[in-house]
């Protein structure tokens, strides 16, 4: 869902871009605004175009909107594309990309009665969010030292190895090395991730081990942390373009890690 920041549709593409630029910015930082419309014949709009390459969400992002009443027409998009190649949610790093064709957006109201934007159905759609693993390990480097490092252990040399157990679940592992002072040691951390059709991700089975004082001591600060994340859920559609439901959702290891979903009446 977007919130457009009126009580009055937009009378023009041009009106409509200026307040979608404005709610975009709400969520996310970001240089240039990432809105282009070509239109037709408002409120038939040829093109929706959205880049936030390079934005970062937030660190305070609205939280989800409440609509309530009827719901209306709002506009026909033939063409919605969105792309966001190295965007920043908190200290993680993603790319996403969708295309759609023939989408219907409707409106609704929250409780100050501001219009409120979703996407009620398109022909056909796919969605990709990716990730290297190079990126992964820079974010498992950085936590690891930030919460060692505050009892004199370093964190050198992470390692991170990905295996597709099934098209929605892998298997992690992450070798480390710890040191303090003259000695060092290995560290073992696995984990899980399952998916689910509305794109949430699931973190399970976290735990450390290794051999050895070092390591009995730079598991036992980081076990407390592993904790908190084991069960956790995390959203991995932070674009909210309304309520679509997801088919085919796949997890696939490689060059990169991603998650491909289709949607729309096509298939």
Known sequence: MLLLKTTIFPSSAAELARLL????????????DPVTIRHKSYPHLKELSIALDGASLRHDPPRALSVSGAVKPAVTVDRLEINASALALGPAVIGVSLFARAVQFVQSRNADEEIVLSIASAADGRIEIAASPSALEALITRVAQSEASKHGVAIDSVRLKLRAKTSRSLAAEVRLRARK??????IRIIGQLDLDDELIATISGLDCTGEGTIATLACGILRPHLQKLDGREFPLM???????RLRDVHLAVGDKLSVTAQFGKAG
């Not at 630029?21 to 240039?32: H, I, T």
């Not at 932070?238 to 679509?244: D, F, N, V």
């Open 21 to 32: 630029n404005e709610s975009f910015r709400y969520l996310f930082l970001f240089d240039a």
């Open 181 to 186: 002072l003259f000695f060092n040691a290995s």
């Open 238 to 244: 932070a674009l909210p373009l309304g309520e679509i």
